[in-house]
């Protein structure tokens, strides 16, 4: 075997190793993106929503729900935005599951509110 033959192999194995490695770091990367990308969004129509209802509130009067709420529920419903959601039946059941996490969330937000007014007493 002359010289030359393991070089080659060893520059193609060097060749593959790295390109397996630098495939990997792209996908976590580009999943990481996507994974900010839906949170940004989750946050500009969690915000979107919150100043709408609260420009209803102050012309209307009422009450109005914490950013918290407006964030969970966003949050749930933008994530079914990754293709998933093929047919009405799922469409329908992952915003059942969005109303169901905000009604959960404003539960809990209500009850810690007022076990603080309660500590204020």
Known sequence: MDIIT????GAAVGSGVTGIFSFIAITLQRRAEER???RELA????????????????RLGGAMQP??????HAMHLVAGLDGRLKTAEQIREHLRASLAASA?????????????QASRK
């Not at 946050?43 to 100043?51: D, G, P, S």
């Not at 950013?67 to 969970?72: A, E, P, Q």
């Not at 969330?105 to 009850?111: L, N, Q, R, S, V």
Request: proline fraction near 2%.
């Open 6 to 9: 393991p070089l080659v192999i």
């Open 43 to 58: 946050v500009r129509v969690a915000l979107e929503n919150w100043k709408i209802y609260k420009d209803a509130a102050e």
């Open 36 to 38: 900010r990308q839906i």
């Open 104 to 116: 959960e969330a404003t539960k809990e937000i209500d009850a810690h509110n007022r076990s603080i």
């Open 67 to 72: 950013l918290d709420v407006y964030l969970i």
